[in-house]
């Protein structure tokens, strides 16, 4: 059973550019999070999806971010018009449901550098 | 929303001596607490976890205890080794996941 799989594992993009950030849930799991993780800082919650819905996004920037966990395919974060402050590394996570009590299990992430 | 809090930001001890990481919760809905281990430039790893209806549980050298009524939960590593260097980070979680901003332990040999 293939863990989590996020890529691109590395991103660099110039400021003003998109990053789109995919996260293939393990087999089985319909839930997905993202986090951000700022050097040296802990992990801040992002957004839950599951299938075609998004379910809580109040760790979101309200502008420039989205996120999105299509019927078919990887979830996708989306970044437009980086910024510096960007940069950071984004890991996803998924679990089976969203029973009260579910285990998350995290993705290798994606570093962004935004130059 | 849950809040949550660990103490210390970094911890150094001497091999072989035990290491505790401490949090505190502030939503009482919180039933589940992971603890996540993260080497450099890794993902986080589960390394334990305990639900609200247990006060502690061990894996090896590795122990949690939860006190509801206090609101917090403990990491206790025993025996520490040099590979158990790494930054912990515990989480609570209600009805969404919250990280402490983690602990840097570093054992040193």
């Known amino acids: 059973n293939a863990g989590v799989m996020q890529n691109p594992r590395h991103l660099v993009r110039r400021r003003g550019q998109e990053a789109r950030l995919r996260c293939s849930p393990m087999?089985?799991?319909?839930?997905v999070y993202w986090y951000r993780q700022l050097p040296e800082e802990g992990l801040k919650f992002m957004v839950y999806?599951?299938?075609?819905?998004?379910?809580?996004e109040s760790g979101m920037p309200k502008e420039r971010f989205s996120a999105e966990f299509p019927k078919e395919g990887p979830s996708i974060l989306r970044i437009q018009q980086v910024v510096r402050g960007d940069s950071a590394a984004y890991f996803c996570?998924?679990?089976?449901?969203?029973?009260?009590?579910?285990?998350?299990?995290f993705g290798p992430g994606t570093r962004l550098l935004v130059l | 929303g849950e809040n949550v809090e660990q103490h210390p930001s970094t911890l150094s001890v001497q091999e072989g001596d035990s290491a505790v990481i401490k949090c505190t919760y502030s939503?009482?809905?919180?039933?589940?607490f992971p603890w996540y281990k993260q080497e450099l430039g890794k993902r986080p790893q589960l390394i334990i976890d305990?639900?609200?209806?247990?006060g502690e549980k061990k894996d090896q050298r590795i122990a949690v205890t939860l006190n509801k009524t206090a609101k917090h939960f403990s990491l206790h590593i025993t025996e520490t080794q040099p590979e158990d260097s790494a930054v912990y980070f515990c989480?609570?979680?209600?009805?969404?996941?919250?990280f402490g901003a983690g602990t840097r332990l570093t054992v040193k040999p």
């Open positions: 996570a998924s679990s089976p449901g969203q029973a009260y009590q579910e285990t998350q299990y």
């Open positions: 087999k089985g799991h319909s839930h």
């Open positions: 999806l599951q299938k075609e819905n998004i379910i809580d």
């Open positions: 939503d009482s809905a919180s039933n589940y």
């Open positions: 305990i639900r609200s209806n247990v």
């Open positions: 989480a609570a979680r209600g009805n969404d996941m919250r």
